[in-house]
């Protein structure tokens, strides 16, 4: 009798890759140090998920740059796109792009023109700019005692960050326990270092008198401890105030030539507008302002941010 021997062949069906998503995002700038910040939240969160792609651009400060990009994104079918402003009042168009494509849009760190009612498929990711200048000038008029001489550097005009955080300055000194406190003058330094140590060197070369710089940023606050020191100034005798904690900030701090900043999370920022936009592709509903709060950093607690 024969026996019968059944082989019984066993097929392998591999599962099939999980779909690619894959995200465009257009940076303000790739030279500014905070956004640089931001970036790297961005790209550290889309390493977590491997199925994610990024297409990174630099709008290089062009707002007609930038919108190409973002045009370009649509072109080529992206899952959803990140833009980090440079020019708030810019963005409706961007927006328009984006929603007539049904392509999940979030704005980060600068707020878009229609941050106030975001269409439907649309989020922005920030902090509010009311809190940062505020607790920047607060902290300043407290050391200086509610009265002095202000000097202001600020950042471009056309960006809404900038305005709202010059704002809060002149709020808080119109206040009644800082209305000792008096703006000489305001000059634009667009963020950048070297612009806020001429802008400086200016006002030291007047022979002004003054008590603070308040910046809108680190970067600029820097740039006028620059000119100070440059220029002899003793800095036990000035106050100097900036915004965002970036690790040079931190720095001049913590070699006692940065009075003042205000912690600006621009590593959360960026890993919630990347979570957020993932998010998005996938249907989910997303809040139309989503806020990551500023918090006042001085000598006595910096430790925390080092």
């Not at 690619?20 to 790297?40: A, C, H, Q, R, Y």
């Not at 634009?188 to 140590?197: D, E, F, M, P, S």
């Not at 970036?246 to 919630?272: H, R, S, W």
Request: a negative charge; charged letters at 20%; aromatic letters at 4%.
């Amino acid at each position: 009798m024969k026996r019968m021997f059944v082989t019984t062949a066993l097929v392998l069906c591999a599962l099939p890759a999980a779909a690619e998503t894959k995200i465009g995002v257009s940076m303000t700038s790739f030279d500014n140090p905070f956004l640089t910040i931001l970036l790297n939240g961005i790209k550290a969160e889309a390493a977590k998920d491997s199925t994610v792609t990024l297409s990174l651009e630099d709008a290089q400060l062009d707002v007609a740059k930038q919108l190409n990009q973002v045009q370009n994104f649509v072109a080529n079918g992206v899952d959803a796109i990140i833009v980090n402003p440079v020019d708030g009042a810019s963005t409706p168009a961007m927006t328009a792009l984006a929603t007539e494509a049904g392509i999940p849009l979030v704005y980060v760190n600068h707020p878009p023109a229609e941050h106030a009612a975001m269409p439907a498929g649309t989020s922005f990711i920030g902090s509010n700019e009311v809190d940062s200048g505020t607790m920047e000038t607060k902290a300043v008029c407290q050391m200086l005692g509610g009265k002095g001489d202000v000097l202001v550097l600020m950042g471009p005009l056309e960006n809404e960050a900038s305005l709202v955080r010059t704002k809060d300055i002149e709020d808080v000194i119109a206040t009644p326990e800082c209305s000792g406190m008096k703006i000489l003058d305001k000059q634009v330094g667009n963020w950048n270092r070297t612009q806020g140590q001429d802008i400086t060197t200016n006002w030291l070369t007047t022979g002004m008198h003054f008590d603070a710089i308040i910046a809108n940023n680190d970067e600029m606050a820097i740039g006028a401890i620059q000119a100070l020191k440059g220029a002899g100034v003793d800095m036990g005798s000035v106050v100097v105030a900036g915004i965002d904690a970036t690790p040079d900030g931190l720095a001049a701090m913590a070699a006692g030539d940065l009075d003042v900043t205000v912690f600006q999370n621009a590593t959360k920022q960026g890993e919630v507008a990347l979570s957020s936009a993932v998010a998005m592709t996938k249907g989910e509903k997303v809040d139309g302002n989503i806020w990551i709060p500023f918090e006042p950093v001085t000598k006595e607690n910096m430790s925390q941010y080092q």
